[in-house]
């Protein structure tokens, strides 16, 4: 059974730094475009960096510059490194990694459980 496991969610304090990890696990034929996206109380879930097998990133200005997303395909794992938090990136973070699981079947999306990121003093 395929999963993505997510890890490093926590409470930051305004300006610090967090480092978000996903995981797939699971028989996986290959991985394509994986990324994070957030869903604040009350707000739809918004994209907040993705990247593609071979490394092209898109970062919304929202975060531009304060995010950084890299992948390790060795490891199956996709990263979040957020730095100069502030209050409004108060949110949960869910991965997104589009797999191939079933050859025949092409490439599906898959969401990982959601970690909470809260950043206050």
């Known amino acids: 059974q395929v999963q993505l496991v997510e890890s490093g969610g926590g409470l930051v304090q305004p300006g610090g730094s967090l480092r978000l990890s996903c995981t797939a696990t699971?028989?996986?034929?290959?991985?394509?475009?994986m990324g994070w996206y957030r869903q604040a109380p009350g707000q739809q879930r918004e994209s907040v960096a993705t990247?593609?097998?071979?490394?092209?990133?898109n970062i919304p200005d929202s975060v531009k510059g304060r995010f950084t997303i890299s992948r390790d395909n060795a490891k199956n794992t996709v990263y979040l490194q957020m730095n100069s938090l502030k209050p409004e990136d108060t949110a949960i973070y869910y991965c997104?990694?589009?797999?191939?699981?079933?050859?025949?079947?092409?490439?599906?999306?898959?969401w990982g459980q959601g970690t909470q990121v809260t950043v206050s003093a």
């Open positions: 990247i593609t097998p071979v490394g092209l990133t």
């Open positions: 699971g028989s996986i034929a290959a991985i394509g475009a």
């Open positions: 997104n990694v589009w797999l191939l699981v079933r050859p025949t079947h092409g490439y599906a999306p898959y």
